[in-house]
């Protein structure tokens, strides 16, 4: 089997050959990565690339495996986040390829419902934007309660409460029970924030967002809130893919490796 190397290193016909053809230094290692010496210590202390073998005096002996691990590991950081990164390929050594497969098309679901969300937040704004040229009366249907909305945003009912409480969404008080009850606008409030805070907005961003929304020019500037929030969307996707090859030769190595004894 033969993989074409992305990352600078000559391409290898196999693990074999890979793992047991030029032997690399830290220092090595650390100018194919793109990684400080130190940076790729530690990395191999976190488990994000296999333990390195020694040599009689000590020193620490690298493969292109290493320097591969290392270039998908910087993808993955820019994908999903350096603490999930470090865990999977930690991982790598002791599960299955398909459960590394599986834990790579999670991270592109992720990315995927998060693009949706922001999509959807952005629809909301162009609702809010024609509702200011073309304002009419509200009707019952338009309103939903606390349930409903929760239902439709995919979110618990004390979340609601919780945005309520931080300014984020105010709905009507409505009958003798003083039940709640959203109108449009607080719909469409909630969308939003269901959107940020999906894509990992804070409480205080996704406040001024809301409160941009009361601006003559607040629908504008959260639009392009939400349309960089896309744009690091689609980075990130590309991060990932860019990860792929690089994942593929290190669990493929991973998997017709013996453990590495412990150093």
Request: glycine share 6%; aromatic share 4%.
């Given at each position: 089997m033969t993989f074409k190397c992305l990352?600078?290193?000559q391409s290898m016909d196999g693990f074999e050959s890979g793992a047991r053809g030029v032997r690399l230094r830290t220092v090595d290692v650390a100018g194919q990565s793109g990684y400080s010496v130190q940076q790729v210590r530690d990395l191999e202390r976190l488990g994000v690339i296999p333990a390195a073998a020694r040599a009689d005096n000590g020193y620490r002996s690298y493969t292109a495996v290493h320097v591969r691990a290392l270039s998908a590991y910087r993808g993955l950081a820019g994908a999903m986040g350096p603490a999930d990164a470090r865990r999977l390929?930690?991982?790598l050594r002791t599960v299955t390829l398909t459960e590394v497969a599986s834990a790579v098309n999670e991270v592109h679901v992720r990315l995927a419902r998060e693009r949706h969300e922001a999509l959807r937040a952005l629809r909301a704004l162009e609702a809010i934007r024609a509702d200011k040229e073309i304002a009419g009366p509200e009707?019952?249907?338009d309103t939903m309660t606390i349930t409903e909305l929760s239902t439709a945003l995919g979110v618990r009912p004390s979340t609601l409460r919780f945005w309520e409480q931080e300014g984020l969404v105010t709905p009507d008080r409505v009958t003798s029970?003083?039940?709640r009850?959203?109108?449009l606008a607080a719909?469409?409030?909630a969308r939003i924030v269901a959107a940020l805070r999906g894509a990992g907005y804070g409480i205080p961003a996704v406040r001024e967002a809301?409160?941009?929304?009361?601006?003559p020019d607040g629908p504008a500037e959260t639009r392009r809130v939400l349309l960089r929030?896309?744009?690091?969307?689609?980075l990130r996707t590309v991060a990932l893919l860019r990860a792929g090859a690089d994942l593929a030769e290190v669990a493929t190595s991973a998997a017709a490796s013996p453990a590495a004894p412990d150093a």
């Open positions: 990352c600078g290193v390929l930690a991982e009707e019952e249907r029970l003083r039940a009850r959203y109108g719909i469409r409030a809301v409160d941009c929304l009361h601006r929030r896309l744009d690091r969307i689609a």
